[in-house]
Structures are given as C-alpha cells and as structure tokens.
Nanobody
Framework: QVQLEESGGGLVQAGGSLRLSCAAS????????AGWFRQAPGKARDFVAA????????IYGDSGLGRFTVSKDNAKNTLYLQMNSLNPEDTAVYYC??????????????????WGQGTQVTVSS
C-alpha cells in the first residue's frame, strides 16, 4: 500500500522558514519523480516544485522560485521542501506527490499518481 506522509507544517511569521518532509512507504523515490503542490482555500491546487528520480533535475513554480528548495534523501526515502522568506501568500495546505515508476515529473497534478494528506502551513504578517 502506497503512503506518503507530510510533516513539518505549522505557524510561522512572515520572513521565517520551514522545512517540510514527506516520508514514503510502499513506493521508493529512487525510481520515480516527486513534487510538492499547495492549495489555499477556494483556490486550485498549485504546483510548487518537483525533483527527478535521480535528483539531478528540479523545476519550480513561480511562487517558490528563488525561495524554496526541493530535495530528497533516497536512503531515507524522504522528500523535502525547504521554504525561506515566507509570506502570508504562502499560507496553504502543502501536498507531496509521486509519479508512477519511471514517469517524468510535470507541473500538473495529473502528472502524479500518489498523494499525501497534506500539511498546513500558515504564515502570519
């Protein structure tokens, strides 16, 4: 059974940082691409960042470019999202996602087959 479990969300002041983690079971990040999305109330799910199965390729959405860094530790089978210089517009539920084996990452939620339950990030002004 595939399970992705996010952690690390919480309340932070504007300008602060958080590091989200996504621990996987039933799948391994060394043979599939993975990414992060976020969804604010009343809005569509928005692409944040993704990383290739080798770790050699990354892409970012406009919202996190220059502020967020996606990474992973294949030995721990864990995906990370380091978020710096947070602002209130970053408030959302953050989801990790993984593709099917050997499928390439993309910017659409449809590119991913497995999803976590999400972790809330709230940035106060």
């Amino acid at each position: 059974q595939v399970q992705l479990e996010e952690s690390g969300g919480g309340l932070v002041q504007a300008g602060g940082s958080l590091r989200l983690s996504c621990a996987a079971s039933g799948v391994t990040f060394n043979n599939r691409d993975a990414g992060w999305f976020r969804q604010a109330p009343g809005k569509a799910r928005d692409f944040v960042a993704a990383i290739s199965r080798t770790g050699g390729g990354t892409i970012y959405g406009d919202s996190g470019l220059g502020r967020f860094t996606v990474s992973k530790d294949n030995a721990k089978n864990t995906l990370y999202l380091q978020m710096n210089s947070l602002n209130p517009e970053d408030t959302a539920v953050y989801y990790c996602a993984a593709t099917r084996r050997f499928r390439d990452y993309g910017r659409s939620p449809n590119d991913y087959s497995y999803w976590g339950q999400g972790t809330q990030v709230t940035v106060s002004s």
